[in-house]
């Protein structure tokens, strides 16, 4: 089934209205709102740029867009290129990449003039040259939803919410928490929505809520007494005008005194539910965070292309569907325990991934990762390859170009060479595997010190890619980081059938990378995982 990712959408006829979409794109993948802009006006001379602007990672560089719209298959030609190349270099400041954009379909001989033009600049000292055809830009398109909403309506599965739709497109899920008495910290329940990804605001620090766009309405009830029940149910009733999810949580046996207040005040909570305070966290979290999950995703138009940030920092991301805030249970040098893991983390992120799968299996989601390794391949582990269409968002100091951003974990995979050094030899009988996971780095003595200091050494003891065997370890792109952990996947696979039941993961790679580490070793018994501290590790969790 065609998803907003993989669709082909239409092609647009007005070259205005192409430079606006190219100039929204670049506007993301540079992470560049405010300067990236027009380069001049049609017909004037723009030396081979109609769009400029600065990457993020290095505001000093100038980066520059050409559009060619051809309304049609024809490729732009070699010689139209390298007119726009040669203008280019008359750019100033000067350029550090220029993109040829075009709605012509990907093609073999276009690529290869546009690599070898590539290769002759750089070799110069110039400007990159790159290509987007109309593929790779529908690719983009789908991997931002807010510009299927803006530019493709039609797309959104309920029109009558488009409206709404462009307002929340990249609002993460939020609720705003009401009680009586000043908490001296947060509630249990409140850090348990966040851990699932609902943002939760407490009403006082906000002024004007009746203009607030939330997704639902949490009323929780502190105290064990009815000391201040009766303005309890005044803010309640005070708050009915809200069409949201609305919750009350207060003691059960407090809530026949509670619904005899409402009733003497005149007023009814029929489309409110009432839960009870002295339940089990997990599951009102669970149940609230159903509710609001299917209110919020049908008010920003149903798109199956899902935007999920998952941190344990307290910056919140600028664009998130879900903003999974883990941050209370995981932020060094804390770092949650396995009965921390077993309790609440993991019963968390079972809860987001059964929502998320809710919607089918032709949902992209996609992945902003802040988080430390082991929670990472956790987060992989739980989305595996098997039920999931997955990609991560992967920027590295330097990179700015999209393939180096942007990784679809079913991306066919390149060629590869990894390096595989064994430390200790495997033998018949042996049970336990030690990997060390790496993208061109030694952590050899971090992890030998850490098995002298519990005094445990494992039957078999693997190096995974410790040798820099690819130049583009430093810079990975999106087919190199696929080529990757698919040999990861296969070579682990091949080592358990000599009967290993336990393996010792040690990793060392950017977050997005160990996600699809992660999604590929699924049935592969135990896998204990661990945190690194300086200059050595500590155990984590177990993953079964």
């Known amino acids: 089934m065609p998803t907003r990712y993989s669709t082909n959408f239409p092609r647009l006829k007005s070259d205005d209205e192409f430079e606006d979409l190219i100039l929204d794109l670049c506007r993301l993948e540079w ?10 006006r049609s017909g004037q001379r723009q030396k081979g740029v109609d769009i400029f602007g600065h990457p993020s990672e290095n505001p000093l560089l100038i980066n520059g867009a050409q559009c060619k719209l051809k309304t049609g298959d024809r490729q732009p030609t070699e010689a139209e290129i390298e007119k726009e190349v040669n203008s280019a270099r008359e750019f100033s400041p000067p350029l550090n990449q220029l993109i040829i954009t075009t709605d012509a379909p990907r093609d073999a001989n276009t690529q290869r003039i546009v690599s070898q033009i590539d290769q002759r600049e750089l070799r110069a000292g110039g400007f990159s040259v790159s290509i987007w055809f109309w593929d790779s830009i529908c690719q983009r398109i789908g991997a931002y939803p807010r510009l299927i909403v803006k530019y493709f309506h ?13 307002r929340l497109v990249d609002v993460p899920l939020r609720m705003l928490i009401i009680g009586v008495e000043t908490k001296s910290k947060r509630p249990l329940l409140e850090v348990a929505l966040e851990l699932r990804g609902i943002q939760v605001r407490d009403s006082q620090e906000i002024s004007g809520i009746e203009n607030l766009l939330v997704d639902g309405l949490l009323f929780l009830y502190q105290l064990e007494d009815i000391s201040g029940l009766s303005r309890f149910a005044g803010r309640v009733l005070n708050h009915k005008s809200f069409t949201c999810p609305t919750f009350v949580v207060l003691p059960g046996n407090l809530h026949h005194q509670f619904l005899k207040i ?10 409110v539910k009432l839960l009870d305070a002295h339940q089990a966290v997990n599951e009102t979290a669970k149940f609230i965070s159903e509710k609001v999950f299917g209110y919020g995703y049908r008010r920003r138009g ?13 910056t919140r991301p600028r664009y998130a569907f879900l903003d999974i805030n883990w941050e209370s249970y995981l932020s060094p040098p804390h770092f949650p325990n396995q009965e921390e893991w077993s309790s609440i983390l993991k019963p968390a992120l079972d809860d987001v991934r059964r929502q998320v799968m809710e919607l089918g299996d032709s949902c992209l989601i996609q992945f902003r990762s802040v988080l430390q390794l082991p929670a990472a391949f956790a987060l992989g582990f739980a989305f595996n390859i098997r039920l999931s269409r997955l990609a991560v968002w992967a920027r590295e100091t330097g990179i700015s170009d999209f393939r180096q951003q942007y990784w679809a974990s079913d991306t066919t995979a390149s060629h590869l060479n990894l390096s595989q050094e064994w430390i200790v030899p495997l033998k018949s009988r ?37 040798e820099n065997s690819d130049t583009r370890f430093s810079k990975m792109d999106q087919d190199c980081a696929v080529a990757f952990v698919d040999q990861v996947g296969q070579i682990i696979r091949n080592v358990r059938q000599s009967g290993i039941t336990d393996l010792h993961i040690f ?10 580490v992660g999604q590929r ?14 200059p050595s590790y500590q155990y984590a969790f177990t993953l079964q």
């Open 521 to 534: 070793l699924q049935a592969c018994g135990c896998i204990h995982l661990y945190w690194y501290t300086n």
């Open 302 to 314: 149903s798109l199956t292309t899902i935007d999920l940030s998952i941190r344990s920092a307290l």
């Open 31 to 40: 992470n560049d709102p405010y300067v990236a802009d027009r380069h001049g």
């Open 262 to 271: 409402i009733e003497e005040l005149g007023g009814e909570i029929q489309k």
């Open 430 to 466: 042996a049970r336990s595997l030690a990997v060390e996971l790496t993208n061109g780095r030694d952590i050899h003595a971090s992890v030998e010190t850490y098995f002298n200091q519990v005094g445990f050494m494992p039957d078999a003891w693997l190096q995974i890619g410790r």
């Open 154 to 166: 039609d797309y959104l599965s309920n029109l009558t919410t488009a409206p709404e739709s462009e």
């Open 507 to 516: 990793l060392a790679m950017p977050s997005a990378l160990a996600i699809l």
